[in-house]
C-alpha cells in the first residue's frame, strides 16, 4: 500500500523476514514474513496567515521539513501542486 503524505514524496509499507538469532548467530530456518509500516503521524499545524490548524497526516521525516522550511513555504508548495489543504 502506497500512502501520500502532505509533500511530494511517498511511503511505502516493506516487506521482509523476522530472522531468529541465537547465541549470537543469524539461524534462517524459522523465518517469519512480516511489514514494515511508514512512520506516519497525524498532526495539526497552525497557519497564522489564516488563522487556523491545518491537520495532515505526515511522516517523521515530512515534520522535519516543515520544522525547516516553515508551513507557510510547505502549505504554497502543496496548493501549487494542486493537492487540497
Not at 530472522?19 to 524459522?30: A, L, P, Q, S, Y
Not at 497525524?42 to 517523521?60: G, I, Q, T, Y
Amino acid at each position: 500500500m502506497k500512502v501520500l503524505n502532505s509533500l511530494k514524496s511517498a511511503k511505502h509499507r516493506h516487506r521482509d523476514n523476522r530472522v531468529v538469532r541465537r547465541r549470537g548467530r543469524t539461524f534462517v530456518i524459522n523465518k517469519t514474513r512480516r511489514r514494515f509500516e511508514p512512520n506516519l503521524h497525524n498532526k495539526r499545524f497552525w497557519l497564522p496567515s489564516e488563522k487556523r490548524f491545518v491537520r495532515m497526516k505526515v511522516s517523521a521525516k515530512a515534520i522535519k521539513i516543515i520544522n525547516k522550511k516553515g508551513i507557510e513555504a510547505v502549505v504554497a508548495q502543496m496548493r501549487k501542486e494542486g493537492k487540497k489543504v
